[in-house]
T-cell receptor, first 112, second 115 residues
Framework: DAKTTQPNSMESNEEEPVHLPCNHS???????IHWYRQLPSQGPEYVIH???SNVNNRMASLAIAEDRKSSTLILHRATLRDAAVYYC?????????????FGRGTQLTVWP | KAGVTQTPRYLIKTRGQQVTLSCSPI?????VSWYQQTPGQGLQFLFE???????NKGNFPGRFSGRQFSNSRSEMNVSTLELGDSALYLC??????????????FGQGTRLTVV
């Protein structure tokens, strides 16, 4: 599975937008880009996923570069509850395996 | 609907003992995966079950095993516990629609401490 690269940590102030980057230069044409986050003392939770086009849902937006070699998770107004580790994961849409490859993720700190 | 339920939430065992952890997936989900999370190694894949069959296995010793029942509930077992097995064990369930995966839903995990 193709690897992703994320910054170890990022900080934001409450109610400000947050842009979390992810590089995936070896992405294949059949890889979906998934984002999960893990709040303290919780299991990971799904945030968003996309293939080629930008995606929006109630939690966040996903902006995918035209060449698909990078993507950005956008939290439009950070809250204290958004403090978590964010994982960018590639998942082959043709694979029937449920395995997810987690890297180290980005630790997001939100300041009040 | 109810989420993924893992039991017990916390467990303390002694080196050399064995332990069994349980996971009840979301109703209708037939895929269950297990992960180990430690501060040093992060989240690592253990194994995946689909319709009672193990379909994928991570790079863990044979002391780690699992199974899935006909109702999709899954158990994982660790025999001859070592101090290094202390970790958060997470279970995730997913639905498979055609060849496209929906999101994975994780339980809160079982915190295993080996002393």
């Amino acid at each position: 599975d193709a690897k992703t690269t994320q910054p170890n940590s990022m900080e934001s102030n409450e109610e400000e937008p947050v842009h979390l980057p992810c590089n995936h230069s070896t992405i294949s044409g059949t890889d979906y880009i998934h984002w999960y986050r893990q709040l303290p003392s919780q299991g990971p939770e799904y945030v968003i996923h996309g293939l080629t086009s930008n995606v929006n849902n109630r939690m966040a937006s996903l902006a995918i570069a035209e060449d698909r070699k990078s993507s950005t998770l956008i939290l439009h107004r950070a809250t204290l509850r958004d403090a978590a580790v964010y994982y960018c994961i590639l998942r082959d849409r043709g694979s029937t395996l449920g395995r997810l490859y987690f890297g180290r993720g980005t630790q997001l700190t939100v300041w009040p | 609907k109810a989420g993924v339920t893992q039991t017990p939430r916390y467990l303390i065992k002694t080196r050399g003992q064995q332990v069994t952890l349980s996971c009840s997936p979301i109703s209708g989900h037939r895929s269950v995966s297990w992960y180990q999370q430690t501060p040093g190694q992060g989240l690592q894949f253990l194994f995946e079950y689909f319709s009672e069959t193990q379909r994928n296995k991570g790079n863990f010793p044979g002391r780690f095993s699992g199974r899935q029942f006909s109702n999709s509930r899954s158990e994982m077992n660790v025999s001859t516990l070592e101090l290094g097995d202390s970790a958060l064990y997470l279970c995730a369930s997913s639905a498979l629609s055609g060849v496209n995966w929906a999101e994975a839903f994780f339980g809160q995990g079982t915190r295993l401490t080996v002393v």
